[in-house]
């Protein structure tokens, strides 16, 4: 069945490196994506989106770039600070419809050294 | 403040009972889901539903059942069906025209 994987398992990096984190999809259907973080015990915390129609978007210290030629997503956080360690997942949005059903990817460990 | 609240945030079940895990929002979103995560896995989609009195099964729906009989509340019940309950339970909501789901903090159910 179609799904959304990661490339990569963990990522480790110092404290003020950039960081990016990968997704592939396999759904050309999917026209919404998401990224979350997601803190040990905690739920998932909504930290950006993309809608197919975008190649490129902008928050505070993320960015999150759409490849669909490829079917490839990825999140990058400038400036990598401690709390930003945590798992990150990417989700995405089958059928169409508009409301939030996702389909998640394995996730990401992210740790950030100080 | 609005939110979604889970209850309890951890539980404990004897193998062969049934246990409700409770869900409120007071986003007066129309959707609400639950996923189940397992450690080192990403969430999957147990039920959700779209609008008060309806539902509909996710992608592991054998062992669970819900209800909708409120607009805010979605609460989940663990069945002595379902042969592996331990793991973690996360709630969500969404209103329509959003994409994005909301969470709560979750409820870590272990079958002892």
């Known amino acids: 069945g179609e799904s959304v994987g990661l490339h990569l398992p963990t990522l480790s990096v110092q404290e003020g490196d950039n960081s990016i984190i990968n997704c592939a999809y396999s759904n050309s259907a999917s026209d919404y994506f998401i990224w979350y973080k997601q803190e040990s015990g905690k739920g998932p915390q909504f930290i950006i989106d993309?809608?197919?129609?975008?190649d490129k978007r902008q928050g505070q210290r993320v960015t999150v770039l759409l490849n669909k030629t490829v079917k490839h997503l990825s999140l990058q956080i400038a400036a990598t600070q401690p709390g930003d360690s945590a798992v990150y997942f990417c989700a995405e949005n089958i059928g169409g419809t508009s409301y939030g059903k996702l389909t998640f990817g394995q996730g990401t460990i992210l740790t950030v050294h100080p | 403040d609005g939110g979604i609240t889970q209850s309890p945030k951890y539980l404990f079940r004897k193998e062969g009972q049934n246990v409700t895990l409770s869900c409120e929002q007071n986003l007066n979103h129309d959707a609400m889901y639950w996923y189940r995560q397992d450690p080192g896995q990403g969430l999957r989609l147990i039920y959700y539903s779209q609008i008060v009195n309806d539902f509909q099964k996710g992608d592991i729906a054998e062992g669970y059942s819900v209800s909708r009989e409120k607009k805010e509340s979605f609460p989940l019940t663990v069945t002595s069906a379902q042969k592996n309950p331990t793991a973690f339970y996360l709630c969500?909501?969404?209103?329509?025209?959003?994409?994005?789901?909301?969470f709560g903090q979750g409820t870590r159910l272990t079958v002892v």
């Open positions: 969500a909501s969404s209103m329509e025209g959003i994409g994005e789901a909301f």
């Open positions: 993309i809608r197919s129609n975008m």
